[in-house]
């Protein structure tokens, strides 16, 4: 999943609860799937910070070494200045793009 280019709010804006509740009948269950969709992502995008500063780990700790590493200063000010992932979950959400199943209903 391409977290990069998403469309959802990087700060807090005000939303219309109706909404989410349009989507399942019930605003107790989207606010679960949304809270299940934001850890998924959370984890997506913890893997790929974490696997993009692992080229950057020295086995020294050398203070010159920490401070002339601007590569790995601008990899973590993108990832900070990104969407929050609950923010993307409640973006998925109001655009459909969250496939939930239930195993508790049956088909």
């Not at 005000?14 to 850890?39: H, L, Q």
């Not at 929050?84 to 508790?104: G, S, W």
Request: zero cysteines; a negative charge; charged letters at 35%.
């Amino acid at each position: 999943m391409n977290f990069k280019n998403s469309t959802a709010e990087r700060s807090t804006i005000t939303r219309d609860t109706n909404k989410f509740e349009e989507k399942t009948g019930n605003i107790y269950d989207s606010i679960v799937i949304m809270s299940k969709r934001a850890n998924q992502i959370n984890v997506d995008l913890k893997e790929e910070l974490t696997g993009k500063l692992q080229e950057f780990a020295s086995s020294t700790d050398n203070l010159e070494e920490i401070f002339e590493n601007r590569e790995q200063i601008e990899i973590s000010k993108f990832y900070e200045k990104m969407p929050k992932p609950v923010a993307i979950a409640m973006q998925e959400m109001l655009n459909d793009e969250i496939y939930v199943r239930n195993p508790e209903e049956k088909q």
